[in-house]
């Protein structure tokens, strides 16, 4: 039987969250149960077969949606995917907020034991990049999380990501 585990994927309106999955789903994508009615949220199923594991990642869309999704759906969650735009100061500056709704909702009994990663997105456009690495790096350091700087559209570490998420709750 494969491991079952759930990962969302948050952070501010337009940091490309739905694009990052869509680029990675072709190649493990198995099926999508769309948008719910009731809160914005998308759901996805990911297979990594050489570790054995199914991963449901539920990327949650809106800045308020997170107040609105159910409790069992957030303490359920094994690892996080914070994406902000390298493009916008302003999306980086609400990763801590966004830090601090999934620790406080989802895993503040087990603080330790969630895994997440910083994704430092759309670095393809160079010339509009307003949030250095260094910036990026350090928040991701302060915030015990893996920093991974990615593009959505040429693909720039995207599986490279996936991976490591699935690797480190794959056990
Ligand atoms: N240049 C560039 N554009 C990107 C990248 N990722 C996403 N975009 C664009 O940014 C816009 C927003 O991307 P989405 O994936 O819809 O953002 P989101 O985080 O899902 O936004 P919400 O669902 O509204 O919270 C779209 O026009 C994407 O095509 C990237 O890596 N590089
Ligand atoms: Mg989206």
């Known amino acids: 039987m494969p491991i079952i585990k759930r990962v969302l994927v948050v952070g501010p309106s337009g940091a490309g969250k739905s694009e990052i999955l869509y680029k990675f789903k072709p190649t493990h994508f198995t099926k999508s149960k769309g948008h719910s009615q009731l809160f914005d949220v998308q759901e996805s199923l990911l297979l990594f077969p050489e570790v054995n594991l199914r991963m449901e990642v539920v990327e949650i869309g809106g800045s308020e949606a997170i107040h609105t999704i159910p409790a069992n759906v957030l303490l ?3 690892a996080f995917i914070l994406v902000y735009d390298v493009t916008d100061r302003n999306s980086f500056k609400e990763v801590v907020r966004w830090y601090e709704l999934v620790c406080n909702k989802a895993s503040l009994p087990f603080l330790s034991d969630i895994k997440g990663v910083l994704v430092a997105n759309k670095v393809d456009m ?46």
């Open 76 to 78: 359920s969650t094994d």
């Open 126 to 171: 160079a010339d509009a990049r307003q949030v250095s690495y260094r910036e990026g790096k350090l928040m991701a350091d302060i915030l015990l999380l893996r920093y991974f700087e990615t593009s959505a559209i040429t693909g720039h570490n995207i599986a490279e990501m996936f991976l490591y998420v699935a690797n480190s709750i794959a056990s």
